[in-house]
């Protein structure tokens, strides 16, 4: 997974993949290499809200914990600890989703496009731990 994210980052950010980033359709794209751009795109919007969420999750987790007695404190170590594992679970299944085009130009589309519907789902899972109090 981190190769491909490798190859991509070196696509979009060369000299060639900026200016194709530039012109990239992403509400029509036509290409495989625009479609990919975008998907790209598409993952590190909804990683930049991920991160948003998690941060407020975290001082939220923080904020029950205060109160608690020692024995009984834990949210803030608990939600690390299960979005350490949502990332190991979310990048397994997207490297599986990815084997429908094993080999082929969409494999990479098929991932990223995995890992963006995933992680904007764990966000929703995130804001719900916040915004139910």
């Not at 007695?69 to 299944?93: M, N, V």
């Not at 519907?117 to 915004?131: A, C, G, H």
Request: overall charge positive.
């Amino acid at each position: 997974m981190r190769c491909f994210l490798f190859a991509v980052s070196l696509v979009l950010f060369s000299p060639a993949g900026l200016s194709q980033a530039q012109t990239a359709k992403c509400s029509d794209p036509q290409t495989t290499v625009e479609m990919k751009m975008c998907a790209h795109a598409a993952y590190k919007a909804a990683d930049q809200d991920l991160n948003a969420d998690y941060k407020v999750a975290k001082k939220f987790m923080r904020t029950l914990d205060q109160d608690l007695p020692i024995e009984l404190k834990g949210a803030e170590k608990s939600l690390l600890k299960a979005q350490r594992i949502w990332i190991k679970f979310r990048d397994a299944q997207c490297r599986l989703e990815g084997f429908a085009a094993r080999g082929g130009t969409m494999e990479g589309l098929l991932i990223t496009s995995c890992l963006e519907r995933m992680t904007r789902s764990r966000s929703e899972v995130l804001r719900i731990l916040f915004e139910q109090n």
